[in-house]
């Protein structure tokens, strides 16, 4: 149980495009999902955070133009990368949380290459 | 400020050498403690949850503790398989739901 997936697993688009990332809880339902990215050898540092039918709350230093979430429901969450620049290069996962549940179930990560 | 700090950053065993991963945290008023195992390319794998001071868990090799300050990943015997990142990441109250990751500790086990 607890399986998360994204799609898809790696993506290369040109600069000034955009790219949409799917995240999917597959076996429960997901009230809560997060979007995290990692840079090589680093940790992972949240992005934002979505609540199904609301709009995602987003961390400091994050633009939310250019990082768009939709968490439309239970099972889905996207986010869009607008206008992708090379320094958006990086690993995106997303994560899910089910109700009272404080565990949070991670998907297999999108490897984003922006040449 | 909420803080987890992992140690060693990195750390090489031969199969069978037993051994332990540090997490030190600073949270207000925590809410869970997690560990997860990362492999390379991957997301991060659950492992345990821990919520309160004294409170252990085991699966398998592994056993993870907790105190006021600090858990503790003990691997025994380990095997080739059990290389990769783990980390340890905290939940506080304040912070609602969000999770405040270590860098992790980067296990090599030799056979």
């Known amino acids: 149980g607890a399986v998360v997936s994204q799609h898809p697993s790696r993506v290369i688009c040109k600069s000034g495009t955009s790219v949409k990332i799917e995240c999917r809880s597959l076996d429960f339902q997901a009230t809560t999902m997060f979007w995290y990215r990692q840079f090589p050898k680093q940790s992972l540092m949240l992005m934002a955070t979505?609540?199904?039918?609301?709009?995602?709350?987003?961390e400091q230093g994050v633009e939310k133009d250019k990082f768009l979430i939709n968490h439309a429901s239970l099972t889905l969450s996207t986010l869009t990368v607008t206008s992708a620049h090379p320094e958006d290069s990086s690993f995106y996962i997303c994560?899910?949380?089910?109700?009272?549940?404080?565990?949070?179930?991670f998907g297999p990560g999108t490897r984003l290459t922006v040449t | 400020e909420d803080q987890v700090t992992q140690s060693p950053e990195a750390l090489r065993l031969q199969e069978g050498e037993s051994s332990s991963l540090n997490c030190s945290y600073t949270?207000?008023?925590?809410?869970?403690l997690f560990w997860y195992r990362q492999d390379p390319g991957k997301g991060p794998e659950f492992l345990f949850t821990l919520y309160s001071a004294g409170e252990e868990k085991e699966k398998e090799r592994l056993k993870a503790t907790l105190t006021k300050k600090e858990s503790f990943l003990h691997i025994t015997a380990p095997k080739p398989e059990d290389s990769a990142t783990y980390l340890c990441a905290v939940q506080g109250n304040q912070a609602g739901t969000a999770l405040i990751f270590g860098k992790g500790t980067t296990l090599s086990v030799s056979s």
């Open positions: 994560s899910a949380s089910a109700g009272t549940s404080y565990e949070q179930y």
């Open positions: 979505s609540n199904e039918g609301s709009k995602a709350t987003y």
């Open positions: 949270v207000s008023g925590l809410r869970g």
